[in-house]
Nanobody, 114 residues
Framework: VQLQASGGGSVQPGGSLRLSCVVS????????IGWFRQAPGKERELVAA???????NYVDSVKGRFTISRDNAKNTVYLQMNSLKPGDTAVYYC?????????WGQGTEVTVSS
Protein backbone atom coordinates (compact mmCIF):
# COMPACT_ATOMS: atom_id res chain seq x y z
CA VAL A 1 0.00 0.00 0.00
CA GLN A 2 1.15 3.55 -0.75
CA LEU A 3 -0.12 6.72 0.84
CA GLN A 4 0.54 10.31 -0.22
CA ALA A 5 -0.25 13.19 2.11
CA SER A 6 -0.79 16.73 0.88
CA GLY A 7 -2.50 19.99 1.76
CA GLY A 8 -0.18 21.44 4.37
CA GLY A 9 0.84 25.06 4.55
CA SER A 10 1.33 28.08 6.77
CA VAL A 11 -1.63 29.59 8.59
CA GLN A 12 -2.26 31.99 11.44
CA PRO A 13 -3.64 30.78 14.76
CA GLY A 14 -7.35 30.16 14.44
CA GLY A 15 -7.07 29.25 10.78
CA SER A 16 -8.03 26.07 8.97
CA LEU A 17 -6.45 23.56 6.63
CA ARG A 18 -7.65 20.36 5.01
CA LEU A 19 -5.15 17.59 4.49
CA SER A 20 -5.66 14.84 1.95
CA CYS A 21 -4.23 11.31 1.90
CA VAL A 22 -4.48 9.42 -1.37
CA VAL A 23 -4.21 5.67 -0.95
CA SER A 24 -3.12 3.28 -3.69
CA UNK A 25 -2.14 -0.36 -4.00
CA UNK A 26 -4.84 -1.70 -1.68
CA UNK A 27 -8.60 -1.20 -1.42
CA UNK A 28 -9.17 1.75 0.91
CA UNK A 29 -12.46 0.33 2.16
CA UNK A 30 -10.53 -2.51 3.77
CA UNK A 31 -8.10 -0.26 5.65
CA UNK A 32 -8.13 1.68 8.87
CA ILE A 33 -6.18 4.90 8.33
CA GLY A 34 -4.53 7.27 10.75
CA TRP A 35 -3.19 10.79 10.58
CA PHE A 36 0.05 11.15 12.53
CA ARG A 37 2.21 14.18 13.24
CA GLN A 38 5.74 14.81 14.34
CA ALA A 39 6.76 18.15 15.76
CA PRO A 40 10.43 19.20 15.92
CA GLY A 41 12.19 17.36 18.73
CA LYS A 42 9.16 15.23 19.54
CA GLU A 43 8.06 11.71 18.80
CA ARG A 44 5.51 10.95 16.12
CA GLU A 45 1.99 10.73 17.52
CA LEU A 46 -1.32 9.48 16.21
CA VAL A 47 -3.81 12.37 16.17
CA ALA A 48 -6.81 10.89 14.38
CA ALA A 49 -7.94 7.55 13.05
CA UNK A 50 -10.81 6.17 11.05
CA UNK A 51 -11.67 2.50 10.78
CA UNK A 52 -12.84 0.69 7.67
CA UNK A 53 -16.34 0.94 9.13
CA UNK A 54 -16.11 4.69 9.62
CA UNK A 55 -15.57 4.90 13.38
CA UNK A 56 -13.28 7.73 14.41
CA ASN A 57 -10.94 8.48 17.29
CA TYR A 58 -8.89 11.54 18.20
CA VAL A 59 -6.13 12.45 20.57
CA ASP A 60 -7.48 14.73 23.30
CA SER A 61 -5.52 17.76 22.11
CA VAL A 62 -7.42 17.91 18.78
CA LYS A 63 -10.90 16.79 19.82
CA GLY A 64 -13.53 19.25 18.68
CA ARG A 65 -11.11 20.92 16.24
CA PHE A 66 -10.05 18.18 13.82
CA THR A 67 -12.29 15.90 11.79
CA ILE A 68 -11.13 12.80 9.93
CA SER A 69 -13.23 11.46 7.07
CA ARG A 70 -12.90 9.13 4.12
CA ASP A 71 -14.14 8.91 0.55
CA ASN A 72 -13.55 5.34 -0.56
CA ALA A 73 -14.65 6.12 -4.13
CA LYS A 74 -11.80 8.65 -4.36
CA ASN A 75 -9.34 6.50 -2.41
CA THR A 76 -8.81 9.48 -0.15
CA VAL A 77 -8.84 10.19 3.57
CA TYR A 78 -9.13 13.78 4.77
CA LEU A 79 -8.19 15.65 7.93
CA GLN A 80 -10.09 18.90 8.38
CA MET A 81 -8.23 21.04 10.88
CA ASN A 82 -9.97 24.06 12.37
CA SER A 83 -9.02 26.50 15.12
CA LEU A 84 -5.39 25.72 14.56
CA LYS A 85 -2.91 26.49 17.31
CA PRO A 86 0.87 26.97 17.25
CA GLY A 87 1.11 23.61 19.04
CA ASP A 88 -0.31 21.95 15.93
CA THR A 89 2.83 22.85 14.00
CA ALA A 90 4.33 19.59 12.72
CA VAL A 91 4.86 17.37 9.73
CA TYR A 92 1.68 15.40 9.19
CA TYR A 93 1.71 11.86 7.82
CA CYS A 94 -0.95 9.34 6.95
CA UNK A 95 -0.52 5.62 7.23
CA UNK A 96 -2.50 2.48 7.70
CA UNK A 97 -3.31 1.25 11.19
CA UNK A 98 -1.27 -0.60 12.21
CA UNK A 99 1.30 1.49 10.34
CA UNK A 100 3.23 0.01 7.43
CA UNK A 101 6.92 0.79 7.91
CA UNK A 102 7.54 1.41 4.22
CA UNK A 103 4.48 3.60 3.72
CA TRP A 104 5.34 6.69 5.72
CA GLY A 105 6.22 8.97 2.83
CA GLN A 106 7.50 12.52 3.27
CA GLY A 107 4.40 13.91 4.91
CA THR A 108 3.05 17.42 4.57
CA GLU A 109 4.19 20.33 6.72
CA VAL A 110 1.81 22.45 8.74
CA THR A 111 3.02 25.67 10.34
CA VAL A 112 0.77 27.70 12.61
CA SER A 113 2.26 31.06 13.44
CA SER A 114 1.32 34.70 13.69
Amino acid sequence: VQLQASGGGSVQPGGSLRLSCVVSGFPLDRLSIGWFRQAPGKERELVAAITSGGSTNYVDSVKGRFTISRDNAKNTVYLQMNSLKPGDTAVYYCNAIPPKSRAWGQGTEVTVSS
